[in-house]
């Protein structure tokens, strides 16, 4: 018998980061903790792991679906080495076709991807959560046109999954704009929306929460945190299936890559109490 999984959205980092961590000292250690302190508040594997990436977008909502996904290195101008990490974790191509028909019932069009293989956005976190690559995993991609309405809609269909034992993820970044990061702008537009998401997610009711994600792009610093929204409609689908759920942040730090502030966010209560400092 399963209880119900609380969703999560969780900051990934940047590109292959657990293979690279020799490459920049102690960067990584914060978000690497709150991994592993995911993975302790979780007790129990999941049976399955639902994965939407920001790293993987289309015309429709499609599933990976292979037994055995290959790997989508999805990142140019990295070591030669990243090149070669193989995160094995199987599929699970009857939880693929689950999500599609509920899709299908619920009016998204749908669809499965036998070729698609597991991107940065997905096996860099599956790595550090579960590097024993033993729970089957699928990915969900993101449609195009970034709709957070539909994006939580999404969430909302599949919302059932949470108590048959499958771990809903979307895998994204709070603040995504890397020319800021290296100029120095993500400073103040980091900390500004990072605020203002941590009142929606933590300090506002579900109606609340999600009228104002609907309407993210109007939020202080919008546009300077998600030039391009990609890495942020992972967020809504994960709000979607969270339901009335309440949002806890699991992940904060105001110094990533030196000068970003970061989070990640759980919606609904962790199976195992855990003190995450």
């Not at 015309?59 to 990295?78: I, K, Q």
């Not at 499965?112 to 940065?120: A, I, S, T």
Request: avoid cysteine; glycine fraction near 8%; proline fraction near 8%.
């Amino acid at each position: 018998m399963h209880h119900r999984l609380p969703t999560y959205f969780l900051s990934h980092g940047g590109g292959p980061w657990p293979w690279m961590k020799d490459f920049r000292p102690g960067v990584y250690d914060q978000l690497e903790k709150s991994l592993h302190d995911v993975r302790k508040e979780l007790g129990e594997l999941p049976r399955a792991v639902l994965m939407i990436s920001g790293h993987w977008e289309a015309d429709r909502f499609w599933l990976s679906s292979a037994s055995h996904p290959s790997m989508h290195y999805d990142y140019v101008g990295f070591p030669e080495h990243t090149y070669r990490i193989r995160y094995d974790a199987p599929g699970e191509p009857e939880l693929a076709e689950t999500v599609r028909a509920i899709l299908e019932r619920g009016g998204m069009p749908s669809g499965l991807d036998p070729r698609r293989g597991y991107d940065h956005g997905t096996f860099s976190l599956m790595h550090v959560l579960y590097p024993e690559a033993q729970v089957p995993l699928v990915q969900l991609s993101m449609k195009a046109d970034f709709d957070p309405a539909e994006h939580i809609r999404v969430g909302e269909l599949i919302a059932p999954l949470r108590d048959q034992g499958v771990l809903i993820v979307g895998s994204g970044f709070s603040f995504h704009d890397t020319r800021s990061i290296l100029s120095g702008a993500g400073v103040v537009a980091s900390a500004t929306f990072d605020q203002w998401l941590d009142e929606t997610l933590v300090h506002s009711k579900p109606p609340e929460r999600r009228r104002r994600l609907m309407d993210w792009s109007n939020a202080p610093a919008a546009r300077a945190a998600h030039p391009r929204e990609d890495h942020l409609i992972p967020l809504m689908v994960a709000v979607g299936a969270a339901g009335d759920d309440a949002g806890t942040r699991v992940y904060h730090e105001r110094a990533f890559m030196g000068a970003i502030t970061a989070s990640s966010y759980r919606f609904g209560e962790a199976p195992v109490a855990v003190s995450i400092s």
